[in-house]
């Protein structure tokens, strides 16, 4: 089991690297298109359908990892009270389960505009990229969010040594 969740934590960085390009293609995307809009009055015609693209790119491509690892930001009110009756294990677990059972809905809703857009041929105004890609991309990466925290409160509650960093 630790293998398989070695192998995990190795995958888990092709996501984010994959985030990583899309912003750094935004940054110099971004910047060529001020030089060029500044000095040449010619700005980059497809900017803003990219900038949309690679956003949503960006934020569903580290979803998994951020939600699986509890990286998102979190309000600790009731921690105190959780920690003082040794709660805190079952109610991280219960939250994870109940958070990736929740995503169900948002994928299927996803899913369902993705294929609409793919049947009805819609495609992007200047580059003529079709719009059901990205629904998928994030239909996955939301469905994939959804089992990864399905299973990390799973283990959590269950099997908690199994999500402590390995040395």
Excluded: C
């Excluded at 995990?8 to 995307?29: D, H």
């Excluded at 949309?52 to 990286?71: E, H, K, N, Q, T």
């Excluded at 294990?89 to 958070?99: F, Y």
């Excluded at 969010?145 to 960093?165: N, Q």
Aim: hydrophobic residues 55%; neutral net charge; without cysteine.
């Amino acid at each position: 089991m630790d293998r398989v969740l070695d192998l995990i934590r190795r995958a888990s960085r092709l996501p984010v690297l994959l985030a990583s390009l899309a912003l750094f293609v935004l940054m110099v995307m971004t910047f060529m298109d001020v030089i060029l809009r500044s000095t040449l009055n010619s700005p980059i015609e497809a900017a803003t359908e990219l900038t949309r693209i690679l956003m949503a790119v960006i934020v569903f491509a580290v979803l998994p990892v951020v939600s699986v690892r509890g990286d998102h930001i979190a309000v600790d009110l009731s921690d105190p009270l959780f920690d003082r009756l040794r709660l805190a294990r079952i109610r991280d677990g219960v939250i994870q389960i109940a958070s990736g059972v929740m995503l169900y809905w948002p994928v299927l809703r996803v899913w369902v505009l993705a294929e609409r857009a793919r049947d009805y041929g819609d495609v992007t105004e200047y580059l003529a990229i079709p719009q059901f890609y990205i629904g998928w991309f994030i239909a996955g990466a939301t469905a994939i969010t959804a089992f990864g925290m399905i299973v990390t409160g799973l283990l959590t509650l269950f099997a908690p040594k199994l999500l402590e960093p390995t040395p």
